[in-house]
């Protein structure tokens, strides 16, 4: 096992984190870092996040965020992991990401979610009414959406730039709903094992078992998003990795704040309940030295037969996260400079 080498394509889910004492700019700009950083390695694909209320996260714009992004890059594919629709008229999210593919073309993804990736008052702030704010509507308002790129069912509203400038739509999920209906669509579908583990393979398998080839796929293809935290030993990574489960743990308990310091995370006094709750996080990531994160992952991909691999690292320092993509590539993935 030591010596196998993860040949799916790898790519990243970045959330611009905002560390403690710093700013939400000094955010951005490491995130654009790691994007540069990652394309010279031959990471596949670069996608942030929609989170509002969340002061630990900097990616609350994912369009103007990507647009900035694409300016700043060349190769990389360029993506929403994601965008939520129950926060957004379809025509709004249409017209942005019909802005980017008429940019940039053929290097943008739209992946978008159906949970409004924040608590319900600031979901209405955002929305500013309650109609479209439940997840029922989302099979309506996706339709809506594609409606806009393609332009089948012509109507007073034409989407522009978004008609004919369609990007790469995903569906993203962390139950059996998004799956089952990405497989009917026949849309390519993320599975977010990063936060529900448990769910991965039952989700997986639903969204094979539905799938209809379609326009956009033959056959299904399926990413798995995952933690990794890669450091040149096991203790170190896991050193480093304490933050983001002390950041997760305050944000479920309704405490959100900037993400705390290696330093500060080792000395938070857990209780024995919120210890369980990260070891539970914990389990089927990835976390390591190359050698332990090479055998995780390999077992993930047995596990799931993903198709393709997101990674997400969530560290104080970029330079760490940077380093973590850098060791993954150079040795877990064989090098990684290939294309997909």
Known sequence: MANRVITVPLSVLDLAPVAKGTTAGAALQATTELARRTEELGYHRFW????????????????????????????????????????????????????????????IDLGIGRAPGTDQIT?????????????????????????????????????????????????????GFSAQLAGLLGLPFSFAHH???????????????????????????????????????????EWLAGPSALSFLKLRSGRPEPLSTPEEAAAYPYTEIEREFVEQRRDGQAMGSPET???QLTELVERTAADELMLTTLVYDVRDRVRSYELIAEQVAGGLRRTA
């Open 195 to 237: 936060f529900s583990s448990a769910n991965t393979l039952p989700a997986l398998a639903l969204y094979r078992q539905n799938f209809r080839p379609s326009q956009w796929l033959d056959k299904p293809y399926a990413m798995v998003a995952v933690n990794a935290v890669c450091a040149e030993t096991d203790e170190r990574a």
């Open 123 to 175: 979901a209405l702030a955002l929305r500013r009414t309650m109609e479209g704010l439940s997840a029922e509507g989302f099979p309506r308002e996706l339709d809506d959406l594609m409606n806009y790129f393609s332009g089948e069912r012509p109507g007073q509203i034409i989407a522009t730039p978004g008609r004919g400038e369609q990007p790469a739509v995903w569906l993203l999920g962390s139950s």
């Open 48 to 107: 942030v996040a929609e989170h509002h209320n969340m002061p630990a996260i900097a990616s609350s714009a994912p369009a103007v965020l990507l647009a900035h992004l694409a300016a700043n890059t060349s190769t990389i594919r360029l993506g929403s992991g994601g965008v939520m629709l129950p926060n957004h008229a379809p025509l709004v999210v249409a017209e942005q990401f019909g802005t980017l593919e008429a940019l940039h073309p053929g290097r």
């Open 293 to 295: 994160v090479r055998r």
